[in-house]
């Protein structure tokens, strides 16, 4: 592990076993060339998040990509998210069009240019799925979340990324029924992706609880633009951990509270409800 700029990079073990494996396949300098364009993928993706004024805690780099830990405190936008999100294959596109050129100029060996080229685009359209962590997800998942509750926004994302990485090891596996040798890197990789959604799923009460913590931010923001608050309505009788599922990310709320015959019995701003949660 090394720190720049107060950050964290380091390697993942899946990195450090695909490097073993290249040292016995004679395959390292492919292996370093992977693991530059990887750097600069995710360096994209850490400029991109201190321009949009988050704080990057650490970058953890895979074969196929990273995972960047991102401290928002609640105030990093959908829009912004993907945003950070598309700077890596952006960084991508940049390093082809740099590596085409040089090859058109004669510059370097042909095969190793074009080797380049090919390793920037399948790693660009790779993380373009829509799967977590990949950048495809965290896009999917922010644009769900301008119009779905944040709540199910995270778990059915989640699910979904669960499932997709599920027939990702399947489909790694598919040779083995006609005889052939499985898809080693891409069972690895799947197996990366299915673990980490699993985790995440699992951590979902204590991501949906940050994000209840930095509702602070939200309402400074309808305070100072004047926004109109998006009403909630809810029977007396309901639980208040489903009123709160049922919060957006960008949108403030006043819950109307019914009583049995259907009349408002009283109007709740969000933040009375978010202190009855915590207890303040």
Same mark, same amino acid.
């Not at 042909?110 to 685009?121: F, G, K, P, R, S």
């Not at 049922?246 to 009583?259: A, N, S």
């Given at each position: 592990?090394?720190?720049?700029?107060?950050?964290?990079?380091?390697?993942?073990?899946?990195? @450090?076993?695909?490097?073993?494996?290249?040292?016995?396949?004679?395959?390292?300098?492919?292996?370093?060339? $992977?693991?530059?364009? #990887?750097? +600069?993928?995710?360096?994209?993706?850490?400029?991109?998040?201190?321009? !949009?004024?988050?704080?990057?805690?650490? +970058?953890?780099?895979?074969?196929?990509?990273?995972?960047?830990?991102?401290?928002?405190?609640?105030?990093?936008?959908?829009?912004?998210? &993907?945003?950070?999100?598309?700077?890596?294959?952006?960084?991508?596109?940049?390093?082809?069009?740099? #590596?085409?050129?040089?090859?058109?100029?004669?510059?370097?060996?042909?095969?190793?240019?074009?080797?380049? =080229?090919? !390793?920037?685009?399948?790693?660009?359209?790779?993380?373009?799925?829509?799967?977590?962590?990949?950048?495809?997800?965290?896009?999917?998942?922010?644009?769900?979340?301008?119009? /779905?509750?944040?709540?199910?926004?995270? *778990?059915?994302?989640?699910?979904?990324?669960?499932? %997709?990485? %599920?027939?990702?090891?399947?489909?790694? *596996?598919?040779?083995?029924?006609?005889?052939?040798?499985?898809?080693?890197?891409?069972?690895?990789?799947?197996?990366?992706?299915?673990?980490?959604?699993?985790?995440?799923?699992?951590?979902?009460?204590?991501?949906?609880?940050?994000?209840?913590?930095?509702?602070? /931010?939200?309402?400074?923001?309808?305070?100072?633009?004047?926004?109109?608050? *998006?009403? &909630?309505?809810?029977?007396?009788?309901?639980?208040?951990?489903?009123?709160?599922?049922?919060?957006?990310?960008?949108?403030?709320?006043?819950?109307?509270?019914?009583?049995?015959?259907?009349? @408002?019995?009283? #109007?709740?701003?969000?933040?009375? $409800?978010?202190?009855?949660?915590?207890? =303040?």
């Amino acid at each position: 592990m090394i720190r720049v700029w107060g950050i964290s990079f380091y390697l993942h073990p899946l990195f @450090v076993i695909i490097m073993l494996l290249s040292v016995l396949t004679g395959q390292f300098l492919e292996l370093l060339t $992977l693991f530059a364009i #990887v750097l +600069v993928h995710e360096l994209g993706h850490v400029w991109a998040a201190i321009l !949009a004024g988050a704080t990057v805690k650490s +970058v953890q780099l895979l074969p196929f990509g990273g995972v960047a830990v991102i401290e928002d405190n609640g105030k990093l936008t959908a829009f912004r998210e &993907i945003g950070i999100a598309l700077a890596g294959p952006f960084q991508n596109i940049l390093m082809i069009a740099f #590596v085409w050129a040089l090859k058109e100029a004669g510059w370097g060996s042909d095969a190793y240019m074009t080797y380049l =080229i090919q !390793a920037n685009l399948i790693i660009a359209l790779f993380n373009m799925l829509p799967i977590l962590p990949l950048d495809g997800g965290r896009i999917v998942q922010a644009a769900v979340s301008l119009q /779905a509750p944040y709540y199910s926004t995270l *778990l059915w994302c989640g699910r979904i990324s669960i499932l %997709a990485s %599920a027939l990702t090891a399947v489909y790694a *596996l598919l040779p083995l029924g006609n005889g052939g040798g499985i898809r080693l890197n891409l069972l690895m990789i799947a197996v990366f992706l299915l673990y980490s959604n699993i985790t995440d799923h699992r951590n979902l009460p204590f991501r949906f609880m940050v994000f209840l913590m930095n509702r602070g /931010a939200i309402y400074e923001q309808h305070m100072d633009k004047g926004t109109p608050a *998006l009403p &909630i309505v809810a029977p007396l009788a309901k639980p208040l951990d489903d009123i709160l599922r049922l919060f957006k990310r960008h949108q403030y709320h006043l819950i109307y509270v019914l009583d049995a015959e259907g009349g @408002v019995m009283a #109007v709740v701003p969000e933040q009375r $409800l978010l202190s009855s949660y915590f207890g =303040i």
